[in-house]
Structure formats: structure tokens, C-alpha cells
């Protein structure tokens, strides 16, 4: 059982980082509840927006444990900004019309200034990623990215 933790990326240090990265979506989304409850107007939606992408991130990350971190800030970073360039068609405010799911994955209208709050997200994930790689590396979990 200890070769197992020796062994990079062997399968318990894939089962951690999925751990994580499940915990960390947790706390992403308790964060972005949190604060629409304490927050209003830009600072809501624009660390929504941040929250948004740091949130796809932590779920690469869980599909695919073994990404590094300026490839999973790259895919969430990507998924956001696609969805906000859906936004130019009807399809995006249809669906939200028609399920809250919908308007808080898709959202309504397109944005601009939304593109740089998921970069700033996408920017955050990454550090975040890579500081957590980096702990656990040193610390003997072995999955240690950069």
C-alpha cells in the first residue's frame, strides 16, 4: 500500500486530487451563494463571473486529475467564454426563460466586461491549482504540478 503513494500520480494521489478538487467545487459554490447573499451590483455579478470559471475549473480538474494547471485554467477559461458568446443567439435567454438552471449555467445577454472577471478567475484557479500542487508535493502526496 505505501508504493502506491510513491508512485506519481499512482491511483490514491488521482483519488486525492479528485477529493480536492470536489471539496474545492463545494466551497466554490457556498463561496458565490455567499456572496450573493452579502453582496450587490458589480461586486455579485462580477465575482460571480470570477467564481463561474474558478467553479469549471475545480470540475476539469475533478474529470481530469492529472491536468496541469495552465491546462485547466485554459479549458474553464474557455468553456466560460463560450457560453458568454453563446449568449449572442436566443438560445441562452430561451433556456432561461424556462429554467433557473439554465440562466445561472448560460446566463442571458452577452457582456464584454464578463470576459476579463473569468480570466481573473481563470488566473485564480490557476495559482490556486499550482499551490496546491506544490504543497502536496512536498508533502508527500506526489502530485505536484506547475
Do not use: C
Amino acid at each position: 500500500m505505501a508504493r502506491i503513494f510513491e508512485t506519481r500520480y499512482g491511483s490514491a494521489d488521482l483519488v486525492q486530487t479528485r477529493l480536492t478538487a470536489a471539496g474545492a467545487a463545494v466551497v466554490t459554490v457556498g463561496a458565490g451563494l455567499g456572496l450573493r447573499a452579502v453582496a450587490a451590483g458589480d461586486v455579485a455579478k462580477y465575482g460571480g463571473d470570477a467564481l463561474y470559471t474558478l467553479l469549471l475549473l475545480t470540475l476539469v480538474v475533478l474529470v481530469a486529475p492529472r491536468v496541469t494547471p495552465p491546462t485547466a485554467a485554459a479549458g474553464a477559461l474557455a468553456v466560460s467564454w463560450a457560453v458568454e458568446f453563446l449568449q449572442f443567439s436566443q438560445v441562452p435567454a430561451e433556456l432561461s426563460q424556462r429554467s433557473t438552471l439554465a440562466r445561472l449555467v448560460l446566463g442571458s445577454t452577452f457582456n464584454a466586461p464578463d470576459l476579463f472577471w473569468y480570466a481573473v478567475g481563470a488566473v485564480v484557479g490557476w495559482l490556486i491549482h499550482t499551490a496546491v500542487g506544490s504543497f502536496s508535493s512536498r508533502h508527500g502526496a506526489g502530485h505536484g504540478r506547475g
